[in-house]
């Protein structure tokens, strides 16, 4: 039992050296890239977590992010899945969660949620409708999605990285498209959601996301308006 418990804290001795080291070689090589839209979105996920305070919460799309630690922080119990198999082609390792490998739009989830959390994320999954489905079905009665995504009221892009306005030119091996009210219809048409609120914001000049001149901070507008991301709160009924 004592060589046990030796060798487990030396592996863990080990394991906590190279993380802070890790750590540290971030800290001191980062640089300024600019703002970007995870402060709008979380702002607006939080927001809506402080009115509804629910027990269990699904984050669809995690990534490496640390959103599910933070969330689990406030006291959520929360579960984070991640298409990892298809969508990470190097793999992926989330260093702040636990993830479960599972794609969204053919899930293998059995359990249900009183909140889902999709953020900046549908936008990559080819059979959106399908994945919209899946969380509607993955929530409890009354439950909530919570979904941002690139977004232009009157007309959907299938990809906007191909646009020849968009100012990101890198061969990505994923879509990233815009969607529009029509899909937001289809949404509504295939799972009988209720939206709640929707918020438009603008981050760049032209139509698109990532098209035109990039503002010097991001603006809420209404949809009448220019705007390249929406943010949104959907109901299940009960």
Known sequence: MNITRTIKSLINSA??????KI???????QTYMGFNERAIEFSF????????????????GTGMTAL??????????VTAIDNIKDYWTNGMVNR???IIDDDI???????TYDVITCISV????????A?????????NPGGHLILTCPYTETEYVNNVYTLPESSVHEDFPFITQSFSRNEVDNWLIDSPFNLIEQEYWQFFEGNYWTCGEKLSAPNQVKKENTHQLSCMLFAKNQ
């Open 131 to 139: 994945a919209m489905m899946s969380m509607y079905r993955l929530l």
């Open 122 to 129: 549908l936008e990559h999954i080819n059979d959106h409708r």
């Open 105 to 111: 739009s053919n899930t293998k989830l059995t359990d």
């Open 23 to 29: 750590c540290a070689r971030e800290y001191n090589s």
């Open 68 to 77: 599910p630690h933070m969330m689990r922080n406030c006291g959520f119990h």
């Open 45 to 60: 996920l939080f927001t809506q977590l402080t009115k509804l305070w629910p027990k269990t919460i699904l984050d669809v």
């Open 96 to 98: 702040h969660y636990h």
């Open 15 to 20: 394991g906590l050296i190279y993380a802070k």
